[in-house]
């Protein structure tokens, strides 16, 4: 049977790791929407090796679980690192960063591969007339990008940048496999003393339903907004 008080308490438990996952999912953020334009503007405009070198890139991110990745980062890369630095006698204790940082890295660059194509996606939709017109009128290609090309492919953009938002917070429920005392490790840990699992993955599913809802609805009012604003300067 289900052990209420224990699911009642383990909510506010899992709860408590809800700074951690938006942590993560911000500075992910902040780090892959930039970026991530980047990548989409080296594909659309065929940029020689840059193309190809993001083309591979996005394929071996999308092609391999995140669980993989992060094992990859955030196990080997330290071993391979504190190999090289017993080597060259450098004193840098490689095990005493903080695993948050692997998990910035990560969440980033799985991050990144799919924006890259949410840009790539919505930069196409674009007509290829607006650049040329507003070139036409005086402005510069980064003034045509910034006054009618990038607002344009954002209102395009939004619904799968919400998308890949509410899956970076999901994926931050991996964040166990470095340690991290997020949702889904502080409801697992609390779950082990009296074997309560099937009450914690409740606790746990509740509150990633409603951070992910919560994000959702905050697109939803921002998408409205900029049609209405988009429909008013028509």
Not at 29 to 38: C, N, R, T, V
Not at 108 to 135: C, D, H, M, P
Not at 139 to 149: D, T
Request: proline share 3%; aromatic share 12%; hydrophobic share 50%.
């Amino acid at each position: 049977m289900i052990n209420y008080k224990f699911l009642f308490d383990t909510f506010f438990v899992a709860l408590s790791g809800v700074p951690t996952a938006l942590l993560i999912t911000i500075v992910s953020l902040i780090i892959s929407l930039p970026l991530g334009f980047f990548l989409a503007l080296t594909r659309i405009n065929q940029v020689p090796v840059m193309n190809r070198v993001a083309q591979v890139y996005v394929s071996f991110v999308r092609g391999t679980p995140m669980i993989v990745q992060i094992f990859i980062i955030y196990n080997s890369v330290p071993l391979i690192l504190s190999g090289i630095f017993d080597q060259l006698n450098i004193n840098i204790k490689i095990y005493d960063v903080n695993p948050i940082w692997y998990a910035f890295i990560v969440f980033s660059l799985n991050t990144i591969a799919i924006l890259s194509e949410v840009f790539r996606s919505a930069l196409g939709a674009v007509s290829k007339g607006q650049l040329e017109a507003a070139q036409s009128v005086g402005l510069s290609n980064f003034q045509a990008y910034v006054q009618v090309i990038i607002p344009q492919a954002l209102t395009v953009a939004l619904p799968n940048i919400c998308n890949a938002t509410t899956n970076l917070i999901k994926g931050t429920s991996l964040g166990y496999a470095m340690s991290l005392k997020e949702i889904t490790l502080r409801a697992k840990v609390a779950a082990n003393v009296g074997y309560n699992y099937v009450e914690a993955y409740i606790d746990i599913f509740l509150v990633y339903l409603i951070i992910c809802g919560i994000v959702e609805y905050g697109f939803k009012i921002f998408e409205k907004r900029i049609r209405t604003y988009k429909s008013v300067n028509a």
